[in-house]
Nanobody, 121 residues
Framework: QVQLLESGGGLVQAGGSLRLSCAASGRFYSINSMGWYRQTPGKQRDVVAA???????NYADSVKGRFTISRDNAKNTVYLQMNSLKPEDTAVYYC???????????????WGQGTQVTVST
């Protein structure tokens, strides 16, 4: 069973910074892409940033230049450094990983439990 454990959310004033972490644990063959999504009440879950196993990154337009995604493959961990936070960044942030549990099947998506990020004015 694969588990994703997130940490680092909280309350911050506008203009401040937070760093989210997400560590994968359990038995698996490899982790392909990893990413962060966010969701507010009544809205769909949207991608914030993603990173491949080789380190290629993609960002939502709304966070480009402010957020940085990175990963430590040796620790099976992905990070999201969030700077210049705005009230509209307030959401529950979810970690996602495409995990191959064996070498001969396609990756499956796994999700963390979510961590609340609240940015006050």
């Amino acid at each position: 069973q694969v588990q994703l454990l997130e940490s680092g959310g909280g309350l911050v004033q506008a203009g401040g910074s937070l760093r989210l972490s997400c560590a994968a644990s359990g038995r698996f063959y490899s982790i392909n892409s990893m990413g962060w999504y966010r969701q507010t009440p009544g809205k769909q879950r949207d991608v914030v940033a993603a990173i491949t196993s080789g380190g290629s990154t993609n960002y939502a337009d709304s966070v480009k230049g402010r957020f940085t995604i990175s990963r430590d493959n040796a620790k099976n961990t992905v990070y999201l450094q969030m700077n210049s936070l705005k009230p509209e960044d307030t959401a529950v942030y979810y970690c996602n990983a495409a995990v191959r549990t064996t070498g001969w099947i396609s990756p499956s998506d796994y999700w963390g439990q979510g961590t609340q990020v609240t940015v006050s004015t």
